[in-house]
């Protein structure tokens, strides 16, 4: 069940940071940061790292749900019709461990299901039965359908909805559980731009907020991608969550304790119910995995020394920088006695 490894995605190979759409065609581009350049369509990532997502969502579900999730003007339009996406492409993509039919969502690795009603929003007749992952989800009590599936999805769940009158955009519901340092209710009821306001260097990208939510719920589906440097693999770095190494102002950087935090993101949109789905995944990877010759190392350098100070800033970096540049650079220029590149540099 769910047995393959987690796709890894290197998008600093480009050897920049940007702060800009990136949008690819899901399904029809390649994604040119994974490795065998393959054309993906999946929405949702189902692999060996599942019962991870389920017990991090799980145990941020039981300190403060309401911290992370939430609804903003959500029509019951546009409630059914990303409900309805959510549900039968979760199932579709989850190899049969996964069934809708409607009404009712089933998942065999969790051993839950229930009624969802898509126009409101219900889950209803709840049972649970024997399963390879039950005990994850035997203390919890789903609250709302949208809630109910992002419990059974890794991703986190978004829904940008947009004024067909006015034309004025807004996050109308999150399920955001594993979010990067920012609180989902912080977000909810603003729109793209308000939402993007602390991101530094958005300007440009900002400026062209009405155009990229356009595109977002008229064409596509879309796949793009962020990334950071992390020193800690948890995935819930909710603001007010219990603080851990990454991001602490005392942390210094260790290359045997620093990760790779790359975020997949996917957006599909619902033109006749005026908004679209935002996915987000997190993949958390071990740095020394991530960045293992020095072909990934010099990029990785160049993009990190391509942000501004305010971008570094934004990202968490300033206390980590020098180090992860020296130690990038060590790798980036290691050779093995022979000329060949050093893959298991102990530095
Ligand atoms: C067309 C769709 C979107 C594009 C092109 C886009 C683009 C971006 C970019 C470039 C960043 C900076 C990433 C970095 O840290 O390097 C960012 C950050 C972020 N985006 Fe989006 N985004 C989109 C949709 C959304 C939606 C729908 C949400 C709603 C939850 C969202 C929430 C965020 C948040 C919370 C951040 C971090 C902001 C913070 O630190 O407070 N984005 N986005």
Redesign the pocket.
């Known amino acids: 069940m769910f047995s393959h490894p987690p796709t890894v995605y290197r998008p600093f190979m480009e050897g920049v ?7 690819f065609r899901l399904g029809a581009q390649s994604v040119p940061w994974r490795e065998d350049g393959q054309v993906e369509g999946h929405t949702f990532a189902l692999d060996r790292d599942y019962a991870r997502f389920v017990a991090s969502k799980v145990a941020a579900h039981r300190r403060a749900l309401h911290e992370y999730a939430g609804e903003a003007g959500l029509t019951p339009e546009l409630r059914e019709a990303t409900l309805a996406f959510v549900a039968r492409t979760l199932a579709a993509e989850s190899g049969g461990v996964m069934t809708w039919d409607g009404r009712r969502f089933t998942n065999r690795a969790l051993g839950w299901g229930a009624d969802l009603g898509l126009r409101w929003g219900s889950v209803e007749g709840l049972t649970r039965f024997g399963a390879p992952l039950a005990s994850l989800v035997a203390g919890v009590t789903p609250l709302t359908a949208l809630d109910f599936l992002g419990l059974n999805a890794p991703e986190d769940l ?1 829904v ?1 909805a947009r004024d067909p009158q006015e034309g004025r955009d807004w ?1 109308a519901a ?1 399920h ?1 559980l594993s ?4 609180d ?1 209710r ?2 909810l009821g603003r729109d ?1 731009v308000a ?2 306001t ?2 530094a260097g ?1 300007g440009p ?1 900002n400026a062209t907020a009405p155009r ?2 356009e ?2 719920i008229t064409r596509g589906p ?1 796949v ?1 991608f ?3 440097v992390a020193m800690s693999d948890r995935l819930d770095h909710h603001p007010v969550a219990l603080p851990d190494e990454d991001r602490a102002g005392e942390t210094r950087f260790d290359p045997n304790r620093a990760f790779l935090r790359v975020e997949r ?1 996917t ?1 599909t949109g619902f033109p006749p119910a005026h908004g ?1 789905l ?1 996915t ?1 995944r997190p993949y958390v990877y071990p740095l020394r995995g991530a960045v293992a010759t020095p072909e990934q190392a010099r990029p990785l350098a160049a993009a990190l020394r391509s942000m501004t100070p305010e ?1 570094v800033a ?2 968490g970096l300033t206390p980590l920088l020098p180090d992860l540049l020296g130690w990038l650079d060590e790798q980036g220029t290691l050779k093995e006695p022979g000329g060949q590149a050093a893959l298991h540099s102990g530095t």
């Open positions: 940071y940007r702060v800009s759409a990136g949008l978004a940008i996050l999150a955001v979010p990067q340092h920012w989902p912080d977000k793209f939402v993007h602390p991101v958005s990208m990229l939510v595109a977002v879309f793009r962020a990334w950071g993101q957006l679209a935002f987000i971008q934004y990202k």
